[in-house]
T-cell receptor
Framework: AQSVAQPEDQVNVAEGNPLTVKCTYS??????LFWYVQYPNRGLQFLLK??????LVKGSYGFEAEFNKSQTSFHLKKPSALVSDSALYFC???????????????FGQGTTLQVKP | DSGVTQTPKHLITATGQRVTLRCSPR?????VYWYQQSLDQGLQFLIQ???????AKGNILERFSAQQFPDLHSELNLSSLELGDSALYFC?????????????FGPGTRLTVL
């Protein structure tokens, strides 16, 4: 079964410092991986996805993620954090591959990012 | 703005009641997904429709049902509501099922059962 783990409930970082939000996955076959962000009282906003190709994926708002197959990880990164990046971040894996799959997303439990001025 | 709309934004109702949540997907998207977000269960997939047909079911209770109409909007019906059904319900849409299309989420409907 596909699964995703976000080992940290909360990450604290000072504004201007680099940030990393961790995600590990377990899938059969090659993974399709996603990062979403949720601001208070808002829906989930898509940040980036890894399907195939370059292991470093660039996304919205200056975020990027590094796919590491040997470590089964897909960590979200940003070189310089902003206070406005404070939010809840979700890693997700798409369920199933090939014909007949549904494409539903399996989410991690979420990581709260707190960026302090 | 993702292009996915959900109504209403908030719903407050009593135990035992029935409610309907509505979702309009992005223009051109054929697939609609419903997810439930609660403090204890996190984000859980409920059900998926593709071009009017049910495609997959997740952790959806028998008291819950959904449908997708010819104009592709979808409704999630929750009946015999219990306190534990209080949650944020999201709808997402994507293009083709089984593809690598991104799912775009609506703003959600916050359901409070008193």
């Amino acid at each position: 079964a596909q699964s995703v783990a976000q080992p940290e409930d909360q990450v604290n970082v000072a504004e201007g410092n680099p940030l990393t939000v961790k995600c590990t996955y377990s899938v059969s076959g090659n993974p399709y991986l996603f990062w979403y962000v949720q601001y208070p009282n808002r829906g989930l906003q898509f940040l980036l996805k890894y399907i195939t190709g370059d292991n470093l994926v660039k996304g919205s708002y200056g975020f990027e993620a590094e796919f590491n197959k040997s470590q089964t990880s897909f960590h979200l990164k940003k070189p310089s954090a902003l206070v406005s990046d404070s939010a809840l971040y979700f890693c997700a894996v798409r369920d199933g591959r090939g014909s007949g799959n549904t494409g539903k997303l399996i989410f991690g439990q979420g990581t709260t990012l707190q960026v302090k001025p | 703005d993702s292009g996915v709309t959900q109504t209403p934004k908030h719903l407050i109702t009593a135990t035992g009641q029935r409610v309907t949540l509505r979702c309009s997907p992005r223009s051109g998207d054929l697939s609609v997904y419903w997810y439930q977000q609660s403090l204890d269960q996190g984000l859980q997939f409920l059900i998926q429709y593709y071009n009017g047909e049910e495609r997959a079911k997740g952790n959806i209770l028998e008291r819950f049902s959904a449908q997708q109409f010819p104009d592709l909007h979808s409704e999630l019906n929750l009946s015999s509501l219990e306190l534990g059904d209080s949650a944020l319900y999201f709808c997402a849409s994507s293009g083709r099922v089984g593809s690598t299309d991104t799912q775009y989420f609506g703003p959600g409907t916050r359901l409070t059962v008193l």
